[in-house]
């Protein structure tokens, strides 16, 4: 028997604390890329002084080194790093000296330790490239500059070509190369949970990051949080594969992935958790929550030692002035629900249209482009946008900020209302790649924004600045677009720090994801799946179900008893199986109906009865019956309904004829079969 091999609980909780570690790296990889994508795509001129021999390079080196010699390099992570692999690798060692006895099997593989020492040594070589990327980046004054600033400076030409350019480049390889990289990101992991059993190809965390900064970094109107969950869930995944985790394991890696994401991308541990059981896994228990919040404190440690510890969202002092600002707020939640749904409709529009479903000609035409070509003409239409409204490109954090310390009027607060949205769309309805959860934190903030000037030009004595409102309209656009209202009150809570804001948020926060709900009915990554014939509600037991058949788990072998059959003989029966229910045929072998242990037990103790009574006297009709065609989750349906644990298969075209008995056991058989078999690929239509 194998030695000092913890059980998959415990893997589970040190593997998730490493998928954490790497959804912060990619965290800091997103920061650090788009911010240097900026510069290299708008500002080119701006590297030519590395090359520069005069004095413009001499003052740019020394601005290196000296971001070098400040940059917080971490050398104590090569230390807990280092002794973590060297105590992994002793384990393996000893793990290798005790070889498995014939037919044993172990959680985590041949060799989990091995694996985990490789993940934490890939992870260090990933570190501090990132941290001198980052330097770099600071030796850049423009680089503090956001994207808004720096398309107001750049020649009109950049700002077409730009969108274009890079539209085209990540079109092609969506197209060539992984198709699974496009998209929000967050709307493909909760697919994988449903459908695929937490199965994500590991190549999509690569594909994921190149086209998303791609994107966000020639000026796409989406937010990076999504790509970093996706990133997250496909390295959970892909660990949770290779050590063979079960499926249940699996998802929960897959998780910790999403929620390190969130996590690492809002420096908000809690909401990352929150986030991962609302909106991804729907599960809060103890065993899912513990690894899902130790991947989102070591994500956090990780992102913010890459950024350097930078609060890119800025925290404005909040204060509720007046007891009667709550009407105030209920009716912001009423608009925000408003905003979600003209928002989440936006998205599927932008869709339909590349896909020649919507808009007439127009549409018919965009659909019929090569696929590679759809996101350069959506980047060139955004460049159209950005030529007009610059703050509408780009993640929006600069836009954001602007409104919470309240310096945008109220007409620019509108037309980014409109502009964001419709940018938003054209970015992932022609083929894109990035999130739309920070967008709808930055429509939320320009709606709570522009709502708060109206109401304290209206009561200013009774009223918080329009920052606060700004504020509050965040939390509530998250909470409508995803229906989580939960994440939306966390987070903002987290990114505040100040419990005065929890009661205005949990009232707009819970009237705008109610809304939606009962207006759409779907969240901003369930509405594309549904679109698609792809229900996310349905859990992943009764997509298996849906796709196995009656005919595939049936018993031909069958347990009947004739109509004649004495009572006596029927009670040698039900003693000599665990079967609780009997088919009754007649001398045709047709179906006449059912005998079960409660129907015998009532005469059970009744003398002279034994050779009297016979099984066609005792037999109650069959309500419920299945054909070999119909699915399981119908079968165990009519079994629950039934309160039998045995139901007749009739024949389609007789039914009266048995060809077959289907039992709870065997569904759940047929279950796991199914499961055991394949849990990647199984599909709601397939069969």
Known sequence: MRLATPGEPTLVLVVAAIVGVYAGLATGLFANAIAFFHLLFFRTSTFAVIFSLGERGDLWRSRFLEELLRARWHLEYLVVGGAAIAFALILDRIARLTPLTPGEKVPGGAHPFRTIAELLAVGLALFYPLTLLAAFNRSFPQTHVGLATILEQAPWFLVLLIPTIGGLAVGLLVHHLSPESKGHGVSEVIEAVAVHGGRIPASVAIWKSLTAAITIGSGGSVGREGPVVQVGSAVGSAIGQKLEFSRSSLLVLVGSGAAAGIAGSFNAPIAGAMFAVEIILLDFGVRTFTPIVLASVTAVITSQ???????????????????????????????????????????????????????????????????????????????????????????????????????????????????????????????????????????????????????????????????AYALVGMGALIAGSTLAPLTGIVMLFELTGNYE???????????????????????????????????????????????????????????????????????????????????????????????????????LYEEGLSDLVVAKELARPATATLTPDDDLETALKKLVASDVDILPVVSRENPRELVGLLSRRDVLRAYGRAVAKSPGHTTLHGA
């Open 305 to 467: 030692s890459l950024i350097g510890g930078v609060q890119e969202i800025v925290r404005p002092t909040y204060e509720m002035v007046s007891g009667l600002e709550i009407f105030a707020y209920a009716i912001l939640g009423v608009l925000a629900g408003l905003v979600c749904l003209g928002y989440v409709r936006a998205l599927l529009l932008g869709e339909e249209i590349f896909a020649g479903e919507a808009w007439g000609r127009v549409g018919a035409w965009l659909g019929k482009l090569p696929p590679p070509v759809k996101p350069a003409v959506g980047g060139f239409l955004l460049g159209i946008i950005g030529l007009i409204l610059p703050r509408a490109l780009g993640t929006g954090y600069e836009t954001m900020n602007a409104a919470l310390i309240g310096e945008l009027s109220f007409g620019v607060l509108v037309a980014m209302l409109f502009a964001k949205t419709v940018a938003t769309s054209l970015t992932l309805g022609s083929g894109g790649s990035g999130g739309s959860f920070f967008p709808s934190m930055v429509l939320g903030a320009m709606l709570g924004g522009a709502f708060g000037t109206v109401v304290h030009s209206l009561a200013p004595e009774h009223t918080a600045v329009p920052g």
């Open 501 to 603: 804001i929890i009661l205005p948020l949990m009232v707009t926060c819970v009237i705008a994801s109610t809304m939606v709900h009962r207006m759409l009915g779907e969240s901003i990554y369930t509405v594309k799946l549904s679109a698609r014939g792809i229900s996310v509600r349905s859990h992943r037991e009764q997509v298996v179900l849906r796709s196995m058949h009656v005919e595939q788990a049936m018993t031909r072998e069958l347990a009947t008893i004739a109509e004649s059959t004495a009572l006596k003989e029927i009670l040698t029966m039900l003693t000599t199986t665990t079967y609780s229910t009997f088919p009754v045929v007649n001398a045709r072998n047709e179906l006449y109906g059912l005998i079960t242990v409660q129907d015998v037990r009532g005469i």
